[in-house]
């Protein structure tokens, strides 16, 4: 399997971006995902995870303002950040068990 990410940017804080992750391979529909994120000097995080069910789950700097979403057809998975803010600024990655790394996604906030 191999993780596409897309959809980073520079966004003005209260500002919003939707990131996409396309996987290749069969398996996307009986796994759960996530999205991760790293800031420069910090370790890697958990920001959002979605069961092979559709059940989510957030870190609680992310809760209220992200939204994690899939689509087993197009073996694909997002991430609506709403309300962005500068803390939010780092390299998003999509996690798909047994999957190496993409090459993340960067996303800035600042104005």
């Known amino acids: 399997v191999q993780l596409v990410e897309s959809g980073g940017g520079l966004v003005q804080p209260g500002g919003s971006l939707r990131l996409s992750c396309e996987a290749s391979g069969s398996i996307f529909s009986i796994i759960a995902m996530g999205w991760y994120r790293q800031a420069p000097g910090n370790e890697r995080e958990l920001v959002a995870v979605?069961?092979?069910?559709?059940?989510?789950t957030y870190a609680d700097s992310v809760k209220g303002r992200f939204t994690i979403s899939r689509d087993n057809a197009k073996n694909a998975l997002y991430l609506q950040m709403n309300s962005l803010k500068p803390e939010d600024t780092a390299v998003y990655y999509c996690f798909v068990p047994g999957a190496p790394w993409g090459q993340g996604t960067r996303v800035t906030v600042s104005s």
């Open positions: 979605i069961s092979s069910g559709g059940s989510t």
